[in-house]
């Protein structure tokens, strides 16, 4: 009977999927019921945002707990994720409280929708609400029938959102057509929200004895004070995509992802740059996945390192290398499209790596490629080329010394005789290919001629 052992690195790596496995399954099997569940959303609204939401929303509704906190922090993100998370609040089985906090934290442009979508929506102190007009792709207004549309639409659905919940439609539909935005105070005295409230006591307190309509069905809102509070994080999987979802990782991500193919294409054999780059682009592009991305961005950047390349092969003066850092810096800049400065990547990275890029391929990889030019100075390749001494007849075959060494050689071009000088043209396992030395032309005659 045959025992297959497996190899000490794949039996490690059973250890930790049995580990993560059963840390996830003991998160999972929590105790929710009739509890109050928390979440944290102060992330731009993208992906990850919306399955997080859904995924703690789906967890509340089968533990049973008495509601969901949505404790929310964001500038806006995108349409799709928000329309999403709309749905998913709407149709939940359990209330949803979306809580605008903490101090200073806003919710804006696709907040305003997730924060009116609530079946109980409040504030914390100082924090504000609103600008929610919807933008192009490159962060200006969105012109002719395309654009009357698209702000039609978006009135639409946040004046439904706040009739649906009794809250002021008028001030949410000029959200969207005039960009109003309101403080905490504002909200409250317009009734845009339910109420103000410092903390998340406070929060569950003013909540409980309040009717609202889950599932389309009304529901007394109690003991959500007294019941134990459960904080759903995001799952280390969740947090990963978060820190993807920046564009200044999936700027970073792209770039060095286009930098490692191209020194796997300039200098093969090098195995690391070529697998780095393939995961990076990969990563960079899910990250613009969950980004308005702007694609003109990214063939600029794709641009630069086809510059980058041409400047390596050809060996000109430069030009393609500024061209290529030009089209680098120009494509980081426009990356991400919207006229929210923190869904931008930052100038100061964009001219940093344009800079570090172009300066690696002008000189590194530019000395990278002419070394591997050049001829072997070592091994048996470095013998060809080379004088040897026939140290017999070479008809056509025989001996010759070099290096110190007697080889066996071949004449290719016709008998050599033995103390020729030859040259090694080839070299075949242990037999050197040779061909006679060219000889110096004979010094002109100085004898004078015949009359």
């Known amino acids: 009977m045959n025992t297959i052992v497996a190899p000490r690195r794949v039996r490690l790596l059973l250890i930790i999927a049995l580990v993560a496995g059963g840390l996830a399954a003991s998160c999972a099997a929590r105790n929710v019921r009739d509890s109050v569940m928390i979440l944290t959303a102060n992330s731009d609204v993208n992906p990850v945002m919306q399955r997080y939401i859904d995924r703690g929303i789906g967890d509340a509704e089968q533990g049973g707990a008495k509601a969901v906190v949505i404790r929310l922090d964001t500038p806006g993100g995108q349409s799709d994720s928000m329309d999403k998370i709309v749905q998913r609040i709407q149709s939940a089985k359990v209330p949803v409280i979306v809580y605008v906090a903490p101090s200073g934290a806003r ?6 929708f997730i924060t009116l979508a609530a079946h109980v929506a409040a504030m914390a102190p100082a924090t504000n609400i609103g600008a929610a007009h919807p933008v192009s792709a490159t962060g200006g207004d969105i012109g002719g029938t395309l654009g009357t549309k698209v702000e039609n639409d978006a009135a639409a659905k946040i004046r439904a959102l706040a009739e649906a919940h009794g809250r002021n439609a008028d001030w949410a539909e000029a959200a969207v057509r005039q960009s109003v935005s309101a403080t905490v105070n504002q909200a409250v005295q317009q009734h845009i929200v339910d109420y103000e409230a410092t903390n998340i006591s406070d ?27 459960v904080t759903e994080n995001m799952t280390l999987i969740e947090r990963l995509l978060l820190v993807l979802s920046d ?10 992802g286009g930098l490692g193919l191209l020194i796997e ?7 690391f740059p070529g697998v780095f780059g393939v995961i990076a682009l990969i990563l960079a592009f899910f990250a613009l996945g969950t980004l308005p991305v702007n694609w003109a961005g990214v063939a600029l950047i794709g641009l630069a390192f086809a510059f980058f390349a041409a400047e390596v092969y050809v060996g000109g003066f430069g030009a393609l290398g500024l061209g290529g850092a030009i089209s680098l810096v120009a494509g980081g800049l426009i990356l991400v499209s919207g006229s929210n400065p923190e869904l931008q990547v930052s100038r100061w990275l964009v001219m940093a790596m344009g800079a570090v890029v172009a300066a690696f391929f002008l000189m590194v990889v530019r000395t990278l490629l002419r ?6 100075t070592v091994g048996v390749q470095a013998m060809i080329g080379r004088h040897a001494i026939a140290r017999s007849d070479l008809a ?11 080889w066996k050689a071949v004449a290719e071009d016709g008998p050599v005789r033995s103390g020729e000088t030859v ?5 075949r396992g242990l037999t050197l290919t040779v061909r006679r030395r060219p000889s110096s032309p004979a010094p ?3 004898m004078p001629t015949a009359p």
């Not at 919710?107 to 305003?112: E, I, L, N, Q, Y």
């Not at 294409?265 to 195995?271: C, Q, V």
């Open 107 to 112: 919710a804006a442009s696709a907040g305003t």
């Open 203 to 229: 929060l569950l307190t003013k909540a409980d004895g309040r009717t609202v309509t889950v599932n389309n069905r009304p529901r007394t809102l109690s003991g959500l004070a007294s019941a134990p509070r």
């Open 247 to 256: 564009p200044n990782i999936a700027f970073l991500l792209l770039t060095l």
């Open 265 to 271: 294409l300039i200098h093969p054999g090098i195995f």
């Open 371 to 376: 070394a591997r030019r050049m001829p072997a």
């Open 396 to 406: 056509p075959q025989g001996f010759v010394f070099l290096q110190g060494e007697r």
């Open 423 to 427: 040259i090694v043209t080839a070299v």
């Open 444 to 446: 002109p005659s100085t």
